[in-house]
Nanobody, 123 residues
Framework: QVQLVESGGGLVQAGGSLRLSCAASGRTFSSYAMGWFRQAPGKEREFVATISSSRGGNTAYADSVKGRFTISRDNAKSTVYLQMNSLKPEDTAAYYC???????????????WGQGTQVTVSS
C-alpha cells in the first residue's frame, strides 16, 4: 500500500513557475514508477509526465508540456517532483501524482493516486 500526498499548487501568473511535490509513504517508493496527471473542469484526466522506478533514468512527457515541465524523484525522501516553468493559462487544472509498476502514460496503469493539488495560471 502506498499513500501519496501532493503539495505546491497555487495561483501564478502566466510565464511563472511552480514546483509540485508528491510525498509517498512506505518503504518501497523506489520500486514504483511515478506519474503526474492533470484534470481541468469538464475535461478528462490527462497524462503530464512519468519517471521510471529506482534511479529514474527514463522520463516521458506530454507534448503540451515538453520543454517546460521536468519530472524528477528523490528516493531518499520518497518524493517525486514536477517543476513547471513558463506556465500558461491552459495548464490550469488539478494535478495528481500516481504510482505504478511502469512509466506509462495511461492512467489506468497506475495503482495508487494522491488527492490532487490545484494549479491556477492567470493570464
Amino acid at each position: 500500500q502506498v499513500q501519496l500526498v501532493e503539495s505546491g499548487g497555487g495561483l501564478v501568473q502566466a510565464g511563472g513557475s511552480l514546483r509540485l511535490s508528491c510525498a509517498a509513504s512506505g518503504r518501497t517508493f523506489s520500486s514504483y514508477a511515478m506519474g503526474w496527471f492533470r484534470q481541468a473542469p469538464g475535461k478528462e484526466r490527462e497524462f503530464v509526465a512519468t519517471i521510471s522506478s529506482s534511479r529514474g533514468g527514463n522520463t516521458a512527457y506530454a507534448d503540451s508540456v515538453k520543454g517546460r515541465f521536468t519530472i524528477s524523484r528523490d528516493n531518499a525522501k520518497s518524493t517525486v517532483y514536477l517543476q513547471m516553468n513558463s506556465l500558461k493559462p491552459e495548464d490550469t487544472a488539478a494535478y495528481y501524482c500516481a504510482a505504478g509498476v511502469a512509466p506509462r502514460s495511461r492512467a489506468y496503469t497506475y495503482d495508487y493516486w494522491g488527492q490532487g493539488t490545484q494549479v491556477t495560471v492567470s493570464s
